[in-house]
């Protein structure tokens, strides 16, 4: 069974970019655990709360076949944070999939993971991934290799779906 990390931050996560890939996922099979700055409770944007039961700091790539970087504004706390980048990093290294959606993209750019990689984000993101490296896309999810990217809410379900086609799930 695969196993998922999503990554979403605190306060203000993207409601849809977090629960629709996480109903795909489990869907198709996979368990879907939940990350942030600290376990308990995060709030989305839209109202819609999720229990974090690990904390960012403490996760570890080797424990996942994905870690997935949910968008909102929120996501920013993510951008320049040494704990996501290290698991972003270690989680590509692995030959693991690495995902994110809206401005999560930032944080793979940050990283350093998508230097000359196809990727796609929220519009406003555009400038922060090309000063990165990262080949620029208009799509609304785009694959490179273990690395997907997605725009936003209405690519949420399709990102989800990506996540799981790349994981080879029914």
Not at 105 to 112: F, I, K, N, Y
Request: net charge negative.
């Amino acid at each position: 069974m695969a196993r998922v990390l999503m990554v979403i931050a605190p306060e203000v996560f993207r409601d849809e970019e977090y629960d629709h890939p996480k109903q795909v996922l489990e869907s198709r099979g996979a368990t879907v655990t939940t990350a942030s700055t600290r376990e308990g409770a995060c709030h989305g944007k839209l109202g819609m709360t999720a229990e974090a039961t690990l904390a960012l700091a403490d996760a570890r790539a080797a424990d996942f076949d994905a870690v997935v970087f949910v968008g909102g504004g929120g996501a920013e706390v993510f951008f320049d944070d040494p704990a996501a980048h290290a698991l972003a990093r270690e989680t590509h290294a692995l030959g693991r999939v690495v995902a994110a959606i809206c401005i999560a993209p930032s944080v793979l750019a940050r990283a350093g993971l998508l230097r000359d990689v196809r990727a796609t984000a929220f519009p406003s993101q555009r400038d922060d991934l090309v000063a990165h490296g990262a080949l620029w896309s208009d799509g609304p999810v785009e694959i490179d290799g273990r690395i997907i990217t997605a725009n936003g809410p209405d690519a949420a379900r399709d990102f989800g779906g990506a996540i799981a086609d790349a994981l080879a799930l029914p």
